[in-house]
């Protein structure tokens, strides 16, 4: 199914005619980039599986050998994940605008009137949409594996809301990446690497308190570290532990406030990128 870009040449010169043609350009492209992913049928089955195997691997292969004191280490696991998957919202966002860039499809976009920032603003939000089966998964595996929102409904709601803000600036940093790698395998690598270790050097599958000292530093300081224990305050999840570091003590707003730094740089810096025609 293909979708035509309407956008004759704007005369508009009402700010308020020019924000809802900019938000019909969005909607648009949102839209096409929903409809792609759903041509894709292998690609949402294995976003959808990967939670169920994180779970399994992770919460019964690694975790039985695991200790929480005070804690249920899959209820603790759940929550890490959560947050984990916000990294990797990164990459795929990286490997699509890289594909994009390498087949003409940005160019094509660019030769079009419409809004400059519609094309990633599409793509980002689309990845949220497209995401939301993911999600769902991997909410019913947690609530299989025993996890549940202690600290009511409400914040559990308020707390996913707070990761998908992370998220959305994530898949930011992927658009960026994409703009400027050569070929989607290298958008692929240099956003899955960072990506992988900041997931497992973090608290996501264990407490920083056991970690070697110098380890321990770098987990703490940690973004990700920050975005993790922000979702167990919200989840009424245990910590495992307590860290003396500003961002861990007060991780909601730790992690409320990057990203919305992020969205404020990132987002003109890439539809800068995305002007640009080398």
């Known amino acids: 199914m293909s979708l035509t870009l309407t956008g004759s040449v704007r005369e508009a010169r009402d700010p308020l005619q020019r924000l809802a043609q900019a938000l019909g350009d969005v909607r648009t492209t949102t839209l096409r980039y929903v409809l792609r992913a759903r041509s894709q049928p292998d690609v949402i089955i294995g976003s959808v599986l990967m939670p169920v195997v994180f779970v399994v691997l992770f919460g019964y292969v690694f975790g039985s050998a695991i200790h929480l004191p005070g804690g249920h280490y899959r209820t603790y696991l759940m929550s890490g994940l959560f947050a984990q998957t916000t990294l990797f919202s990164s990459s795929s966002v990286a490997v699509a605008v890289a594909t994009d860039m390498s087949e003409g499809v940005i160019d094509r ?3 079009l009137p419409i809004a400059r920032s519609a ?3 599409g793509r980002t939000i689309a990845t949220i949409i497209v995401g939301l089966p993911s999600l769902a998964v991997m909410i019913t595996c947690a609530l299989i594996v025993g996890w549940r929102p ?3 409904v409400p914040n559990a709601m308020a707390g996913f809301a707070l990761l998908s803000l992370f ?4 898949s930011w940093v992927g658009a960026l ?8 395998q290298a958008a ?3 956003s899955m690497l960072p990506a992988f270790v900041l997931g497992f050097v973090s608290n996501v599958f264990v407490p920083t308190a056991g970690l070697p000292a110098w380890l321990r530093v770098v987990a703490q300081w940690n973004p990700l570290s920050a975005v993790v224990a922000a979702a ?3 989840f009424g999840t245990p910590q495992g532990g307590s860290a003396h570091v500003w961002t861990l003590e007060h991780p909601v707003v730790t992690t409320l406030a990057m990203g919305l730094v992020l969205l404020a740089v990132l987002i003109p810096v890439t539809v800068r990128r995305y002007t640009r025609r080398d």
Do not use: E, N, W, Y
């Not at 990446?177 to 989607?184: E, N």
């Open 232 to 234: 167990r305050q919200m």
């Open 167 to 170: 998220g959305f600036a994530m």
């Open 177 to 184: 990446v994409g703009m400027h790698a050569r070929s989607p």
């Open 188 to 190: 692929d690598g240099l």
């Open 119 to 121: 094309v990633l603003l």
């Open 109 to 111: 976009f660019r030769t």
């Open 150 to 152: 202690a600290a009511g």
